[in-house]
T-cell receptor, first 112, second 116 residues
Framework: DADVTQTPRNRITKTGKRIMLECSQT?????MYWYRQDPGLGLRLIYY???????NKGEISDGYSVSRQAQAKFSLSLESAIPNQTALYFC???????????FGPGTRLLVL | AQKVTQAQTEISVVEKEDVTLDCVYE???????LFWYKQPPSGELVFLIR??????QNEISGRYSWNFQKSTSSFNFTITASQVVDSAVYFC?????????????FGSGTRLSIRP
């Protein structure tokens, strides 16, 4: 079984809709991250959380919010989706003191 | 500020050729980590290697090898005797563990195509 899972894997939605992407991990890591990937731009950090009570904005947090429901769960919400949020979204985890991040399989989001 | 540059946007070689993917980084910290990730056509991100700034020893893992040179701020990745299954986008990345956000900065990636 995968250590980091994301649901849904694919989603099509309309402009203005609220949508939530979920991430769960069984690695026991304390840190979790949300990134988006756009063609030619690599990955950019949206939000990160070092533990359940610690949430921080990344470089492109506008239009997004997150919730760390438990150590193993970190969800990303788009309150009112817009077309330029169409992207591939990745969740990642790491253990504090260990710098390597491990990624989920990604969620492809299309906003019409 | 941190920055990772992968100047090669796309590379295409014939199977069995050797290929080197370049990565140049910028950082003000003396302690940092460098990574390579592979993104095959299926889309997932696969961790390949991590090096810390105090260990400049080159590493070899099968057909993969990495050349870390602090003097030129480079961390290049070489695939020997390339195979079609090596076709993917490869990302170089940098993290500074003592920064306010322990996050990874990614380069824009190099798309590698191996032709049969």
């Amino acid at each position: 079984d995968a250590d980091v899972t994301q649901t849904p894997r694919n989603r099509i939605t309309k402009t203005g809709k609220r949508i939530m992407l979920e991430c769960s991990q069984t690695k026991g890591h304390d840190r979790m991250y949300w990134y988006r990937q756009d063609p030619g731009l690599g990955l950019r950090l949206i939000y990160y959380s070092f533990d359940v009570k610690d949430i921080n904005k990344g470089e492109i947090s506008d239009g997004y919010s997150v919730s760390r429901q438990a150590q193993a769960k970190f969800s990303l919400s788009l309150e009112s989706a817009i077309p330029n949020q169409t992207a591939l979204y990745f969740c990642a985890t790491s253990q504090g003191g260990q710098e390597t991040q491990y990624f989920g399989p990604g969620t492809r989001l299309l906003v019409l | 500020a941190q920055k990772v540059t992968q100047a090669q946007t796309e590379i295409s070689v014939v199977e069995k050729e050797d290929v080197t993917l370049d990565c140049v980084y910028e950082t003000r910290d003396t302690t940092y980590y460098l990574f390579w990730y592979k993104q095959p056509p299926s889309g997932e991100l696969v961790f390949l290697i991590r090096r810390n700034s105090f260990d400049e020893q080159n590493e070899i893992s099968g057909r993969y090898s990495w050349n870390f040179q602090k003097s030129t701020s480079s961390f290049n990745f070489t695939i020997t005797a390339s195979q079609v299954v090596d076709s993917a986008v490869y990302f170089c990345a940098l993290s500074e563990p003592h920064s306010s956000a322990s996050k990874i900065i990614f380069g824009s990636g190099t798309r590698l195509s191996i032709r049969p």
